[in-house]
């Protein structure tokens, strides 16, 4: 079947009501399914009082309790080798894949092969939509040891893309892959996207001129959706950047940026979002930023089931100019890196929004959160771009703390200026927030 602007154009521009109509029918089977196949489920559930039959509407959903990364922890390899939140038999898995484990115990993502497939078509789905059409080249550059952004590879070459899997190469190596094949589409994180431009214009090539990369797509940190960052990496490239959004537990990429790059398409016949408040975690209706949770409508080795993200964003359901009717998720940032200074929430998305735009820093910078007398303050660290007519530290420093706080609303304690640099250029998922604080706040 000859495909036009949409990988599936009946799926992805069914009618709100047909949509949610979609995701009610969906959701009674997998909720039938996880109580039937996983003894987590079914514990729970029925501690809680609720059952399959008590959902009528998708609201209903709001009586469930949730789970999160701690149930995945306390619950694998509980009962069996996949643990109690599986709701398959081990041999009906034939992939997991592993989180990295820096913000705790690593957790496993099991699929069966439906569940494998379907990941791939929705993989397809967002490179379609992107624009990868089967005459493209591609180097997928993302990390193949046990991440779940690995395999998505499969969907570009199931699209029809000649496919490179360039996993973490070294960038003299990923360069010269660029360069000798000529490649037009490349998808790695925001920073190494712009390390890997700086690292091409050092050694004497000009991605703009000596390379063919007119799509870039970026995952795994904010900056694909933060405008400064977004500028800086086209800039270098003169590529068009799409941020793509995954989670372990579900996909690699569950969400992705249309044409329009305003929020990020999820998979609704795959994935319903709720929003909860942050304080009462009661669901918010559409548009509210709070906790994005999300479950899952069709995968069976593992359903998550008011799976609370810990990323803080909006979901926005209405119809997107592209023509597409799934809805479009904004993230600003993960709960845990939120921080409260002088009672204000302040996002480390929004620190890397002032450090992208001030021509007078380069794009590096680290946070450090700490206490002092009791109270949280932050400290940031940047490096001085060397601007000519600004050159001192200390105005640059000055610089930053008025536009930090201009933004943010409380200055930070210190600005620490570097030479132009003097910070490592991570190659991957950038560690910029140092938390230093004994307590765990509570939002
Ligand atoms: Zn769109």
Redesign the pocket.
């Known amino acids: 079947m000859p495909r036009g602007k949409y990988w599936n154009e009946e799926l992805e521009t069914l009618p709100r009501g047909r949509l949610e109509e979609l995701q009610l029918r969906q959701l009674k089977e997998e909720l039938a399914h996880a109580y039937a196949g996983s003894p987590y489920y079914k514990r729970a559930w029925d501690a809680a009082g609720v059952s399959v039959g008590d959902i009528r509407e998708l609201s209903d959903l709001e009586r469930f309790p949730f789970i999160n990364k701690l149930t995945q922890r306390e619950t694998q390899g509980v009962g069996s080798f996949l643990g109690e939140l599986a709701a398959v038999p081990e041999e009906d898995v034939v992939f997991i894949s592993t989180s990295s484990g820096s913000t705790g115990v690593p957790t496993m993502s099991p699929f069966t092969k439906q569940d494998f497939d379907e990941f791939q078509d929705v993989e397809s789905r967002w490179f379609w939509?992107a624009g990868m059409r089967p005459n493209d080249r591609y180097v997928h550059a993302l990390n193949f040891s046990l991440y779940v952004g690995g395999p998505d590879v499969i969907g570009a070459q199931n699209l029809g893309a000649l496919c490179v899997w360039g996993g973490t190469l070294p960038s003299e190596r990923l360069l010269f892959v660029l360069k000798q094949y000529q490649p037009t589409c490349i998808w790695t994180s925001p920073s190494y996207a712009f390390y890997l431009g700086e690292t091409a214009l050092k050694t004497g090539i000009d991605p703009r001129k000596d390379l063919s990369i007119n799509k870039i797509f970026v995952a795994g940190e904010m900056g694909g959706s933060i405008e400064a960052t977004r500028k800086a990496i086209v800039d270098i490239w003169g590529a068009e950047l799409f941020d793509f959004y995954g989670l372990s537990d579900i996909f690699g990429a569950c969400a992705a940026?249309?044409?329009?790059h305003?929020?990020l398409?999820i998979a609704e016949d795959h994935i319903l979002v709720e929003t909860l408040d942050l304080k009462t975690d009661r669901a918010l209706p559409p548009g509210e930023r709070g906790e994005l949770v999300y479950t899952t409508l069709r995968k069976k080795a593992r359903p998550m089931i008011r799976f609370r993200t810990g990323d803080i964003g909006r979901f926005v359901p209405e119809k997107?100019?592209?023509?597409?009717t799934h809805g479009?998720i904004y993230v600003d940032g993960r709960k845990d890196d939120m921080f409260i200074v002088s009672a204000v929430n302040v996002y480390p998305s929004d620190i890397e929004y002032v450090i992208r735009s001030l021509p007078e820093v380069t794009n590096e910078y680290s946070v450090r959160i700490y206490e002092s007398k009791f109270t949280t303050r932050y400290d940031v660290t940047v490096e001085n771009a060397g601007l000519s007519g600004c050159g001192s530290d200390s105005r640059v420093s000055e610089i930053v703390t008025n536009a930090l706080k201009a933004r943010i609303g409380v200055r930070p304690s210190n600005v620490v200026v570097l030479p132009d640099g003097a910070m490592e250029r991570s190659t991957h998922k950038a560690k910029r927030v140092i938390d230093e604080r004994k307590v765990t706040y509570e939002i």
Not at 257 to 260: A, D
Not at 320 to 324: A, D, L, V
């Open positions: 939509q940026q249309c044409e329009y305003d929020g398409h997107c100019p592209c023509g597409r479009r």
